[in-house]
T-cell receptor, first 113, second 115 residues
Framework: TQLLEQSPQFLSIQEGENLTVYCNSSSVFSSLQWYRQEPGEGPVLLVTVVTGGEVKKLKRLTFQFGDARKDSSLHITAAQPGDTGLYLCAGEVKGGGADGLTFGKGTHLIIQP | DVKVTQSSRYLVKRTGEKVFLECVQDMDHENMFWYRQDPGLGLRLIYFSYDVKMKEKGDIPEGYSVSREKKERFSLILESASTNQTSMYLC??????????????FGQGTRLTVV
């Protein structure tokens, strides 16, 4: 059973368009993180959200954590080719200790010039 | 800058060989993790360690073992490599602040091919 469902799996859009990708679960997370991974590299953290309803902005990227802490979204405004990559959400279901992050399968995003 | 270094970017091994994947982090992090990443399956946790000589099974530990003799080093061992272990292997480390996991810092990955 996949704890974190990401959608869409693949998204290819033109430069300048807006997009939203989703991360959903039936489980409650104590925190949720978004990573971006480029080909041949490891994932790099973009943001961590902790509080239900929290919204964080990182330039053209807006991250939202659901009120019930079961889902999250990433919205990109005016997408650029440099935004191309694999976007992964990851959550910590159990509180405390090193249980390891659970990752979604990711959204492959391609921004065409 | 936190650095997580994996010993090899690319590795080709034969079926039945014993394979060691090494990972070193330089930020004194308590937690270290090994994941494998496969198309359509995402990142799956193999093993993690929260302290020296401590290890916990992740979601897919079968066919793997780990060793953490020093805080900065976490090794993944394939006792007898098989073709279904061909994958991208990613090592990560993270500190614990309070009782919360924080950001995971990843190495660049090792692409292992078993022939």
């Amino acid at each position: 059973t996949q704890l974190l469902e990401q959608s869409p799996q693949f998204l290819s859009i033109q430069e300048g368009e807006n997009l939203t990708v989703y991360c959903n679960s039936s489980s409650v997370f104590s925190s949720l993180q978004w990573y971006r991974q480029e080909p041949g590299e490891g994932p790099v953290l973009l943001v961590t959200v902790v509080t239900g309803g929290e919204v964080k902005k990182l330039k053209r990227l807006t991250f939202q954590f659901g009120d019930a802490r079961k889902d999250s979204s990433l919205h990109i405004t005016a997408a650029q080719p440099g935004d191309t990559g694999l976007y992964l959400c990851a959550g910590e279901v159990k509180g405390g200790g090193a249980d390891g992050l659970t990752f979604g399968k990711g959204t492959h995003l391609i921004i065409q010039p | 800058d936190v650095k997580v270094t994996q010993s090899s970017r690319y590795l080709v091994k034969r079926t039945g060989e014993k394979v060691f994947l090494e990972c070193v982090q330089d930020m004194d992090h308590e937690n270290m993790f090994w994941y494998r990443q496969d198309p359509g399956l995402g990142l799956r946790l193999i093993y993690f360690s929260y302290d020296v000589k401590m290890k916990e099974k992740g979601d897919i530990p079968e066919g793997y073992s780990v060793s953490r003799e020093k805080k900065e080093r976490f090794s993944l061992i394939l006792e007898s490599a098989s073709t279904n272990q061909t994958s991208m292997y990613l090592c990560a480390s993270s500190p614990i602040i309070g009782q919360m996991n924080t950001e995971a810092f990843f190495g660049q990955g090792t692409r292992l091919t078993v022939v």
